[in-house]
C-alpha cells in the first residue's frame, strides 16, 4: 500500500501520526510525507527566509527516521495559506498524482489553528480534483481515495474512531520529533513546555483508551466516495 500523510507544519505529522507512519513503513508500505507550509514563522529569533530552510532539512531528517521514501515541502509561508489558492491545488493535484496513494492522511476539519484547518480542505479538495481530467491536464488523473484524519494537538475536539498501536515505534516517532530542533528548543526556552514529553503523553493517554501502551487515533472522513469495507491503517 501507499499512503500520502499530509501535514500543515513540517512537524505536524510527526507530531499526530508518526508512530503509525513508521509502523506502516517498517511493515512494507510505501509512505511519503508533505508539509504544506515552510514553517517559516515558527521562531522568535532565526528570521523567515533562514527558518525555513532550516524546517525543511529537519522535515527531511524527521522523514528518514520515519522510514519515509519522500519529503514533499508544497512551501506556503506560514499564516498565508489558502485552500482556493490555484498554485497550492496545483502543486496538491501533482502530488497526490505523482505518489497514487491507496489513502490518505490529513489534519482533522475541527483542527484548532486555522493553516490546519486550510491544510485539511485543500486536501480535501485536491483529493477529488485529482480524478478531474480536465484540472491541471498537465498531470496524469488519478482516482478519489479514502481520508483518515489525524489526531489534534492533546487530542483537543477530536472523538477518535479507530487507534493505531505504536507502542514498538513510540522511540522513533519521538526520535523524529526530535529532528525538529528549531522547534523543540525554542518551545523549551519561551514557552517551558518539554514537547517530546509533551506528544509522548498523548499518545499514552491514547494508549489508555485503546488498551495498548502507545497509540495513536484516528477518524474517517464520511463524505461520498470517501467511506470503505476496508480498513486502511494498521
Ligand atoms: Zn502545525
Redesign the pocket.
Known amino acids: 500500500m501507499r499512503v500520502l500523510a499530509v ?3 513540517p ?2 505529522l510527526e ?1 499526530c501520526c508518526g508512530g503509525t507512519l513508521a509502523r506502516m513503513a517498517d511493515e512494507g508500505h510505501e509512505v511519503y510525507m508533505c508539509h504544506v ?1 515552510n514553517g517559516d514563522m515558527g521562531h522568535m529569533v532565526i528570521m523567515p527566509e533562514e527558518l525555513g530552510k532550516l524546517r525543511e532539512k529537519e522535515a527531511e531528517n524527521g522523514g528518514d527516521i520515519l522510514g519515509a521514501k519522500k519529503v514533499y515541502n508544497v512551501n506556503i509561508g506560514d499564516c498565508r495559506l489558502y485552500s482556493h489558492d490555484t498554485e497550492a491545488r496545483r502543486e496538491m493535484v501533482r502530488i497526490i498524482r505523482e505518489v497514487q496513494p491507496d489513502f490518505i492522511i490529513t489534519h482533522s476539519p475541527d483542527d484548532y ?1 486555522e ?2 484547518l486550510q491544510v485539511s480542505q485543500l486536501v480535501f479538495e485536491t483529493s477529488f480534483t485529482a480524478s478531474v481530467a480536465h484540472m491541471f491536464p498537465e498531470y496524469p488523473v488519478y482516482r478519489v481515495v479514502p481520508i483518515y484524519y489525524m489526531d489534534n494537538l492533546a487530542g483537543a475536539n477530536f472523538l477518535p474512531e479507530q487507534y493505531v498501536d505504536i507502542t514498538d515505534y513510540i522511540d522513533k516517532k519521538i526520535a523524529a520529533l526530535e529532528c525538529h530542533e528549531s522547534q523543540l528548543k525554542w518551545m523549551l526556552e519561551h514557552d517551558k513546555i518539554d514537547f517530546a514529553e509533551f506528544v509522548k503523553s498523548c499518545s499514552r493517554f491514547r494508549g489508555l483508551q485503546s488498551g495498548v501502551q502507545y497509540a495513536e487515533a484516528f477518524k474517517a472522513c464520511h463524505a461520498h466516495l470517501r467511506d470503505t469495507t476496508k480498513r486502511f491503517l494498521p
Do not use: R, Y
Request: include cysteine; aromatic fraction near 0%; proline fraction near 0%.
Open positions: 501535514g500543515c507544519h512537524d505536524d507530531i507550509a489553528m493553516d490546519h
